[in-house]
């Protein structure tokens, strides 16, 4: 039976990228090794790391713009300590809409001070806040774009003369935007992009240097670029895999075709959450996310008869973020509009069953 995965993470991939990876896992490039034992000094993968980080910039349209593209390890809960460790001096401004969020701010305090320009707490991470003040004497501020636990995402990015820094782990080349707003961008692979294992980190060089600590060679960004992303050992396969993930978008008609596919299956499956009476979103509609949509079945004595249908129907990963509860929906760039359609019938069958 065909699976149809919303998984929030690790997520769904292209069938070619699994494809062009399996063979490589046997034999990479016909050098009768395999990417899992090929040597990440070899002339090979050095065309593998610095290919991906070509595509990541031209994809974002940043090339020749002052960015280096990065693939590190240890995800972007090792992120919310390098931004900070890297660009926090005295004080930075941190947006919270989540858990991610409140990780991140956890981590900065480490380092200095942080003002909390905002917070969606009060109505459990429903929505994204608007109209905050960014303090004049920040050295940075941090988003996070998309919520993956609570289905928000940011629709409109604030404009401000410091550095934005966003963790993008859940919607990374999912939609179009002006990317040179933010000095520096960084997302997990395992979400929309590749395989758990690294992490793309996206920085404007201009914005490294000013902050007076040392900082640990592995911390370090300047490092990580004057290394090519070779510091230390990569996680090969990882990258391997995303890189694959970045030519398949390029591709199928780049972001744009990206956004236009996911704005078709969010449309359908919101649609059906907004019209079915037995069920109901999680977040405010004007944040919704395109990448996860969360709801909730209100009836609870349906719910035994609801995951039986989608199991059977072949649906995989669709229980809600063990806070929140009900349901997630998880429609990365690899996810066919036909497997939202699935679930939408599903949901539809339900109702006629009640």
Known sequence: M????????PCILPQEVFQEASQAVLDFNNTGLSILEISHRSKEFVDVMEEARNLALELLGLEGKGYKALFLQGGASTQFLMVAYNLLQVKAGYLNTGAWSTKAIKEAKLFGDVAEVASSADKDFRYIPKGYFIPSDVDYFHCTSNNTIYGTQIKEFPNTPKPIVCDMSSDIFSRELDFSKFDLIY???QKNLGPAGTTLVVIKEDILGKVERSIPSMMDYKIHINKASMFNTPAVFAVYTSMLTLRWIKKNGGIAAMEERNEKKAALLYSEIDINPLFQGYADKKDRS???ATFTLLNDDLKETFDTMWKEAGVNGLNGHRSVGGYRASM????PLESVQVL???????ERKA
Request: glycine share 8%; no cysteine; net charge neutral.
């Open 187 to 189: 997302a997990g692979a």
């Open 344 to 350: 939408v019938d599903v949901m539809s069958e339900l």
């Open 290 to 292: 395109t990448m996860n």
């Open 332 to 335: 990365y760039n690899a996810l």
């Open 2 to 9: 065909k699976k149809h995965n919303y998984s929030a993470g």
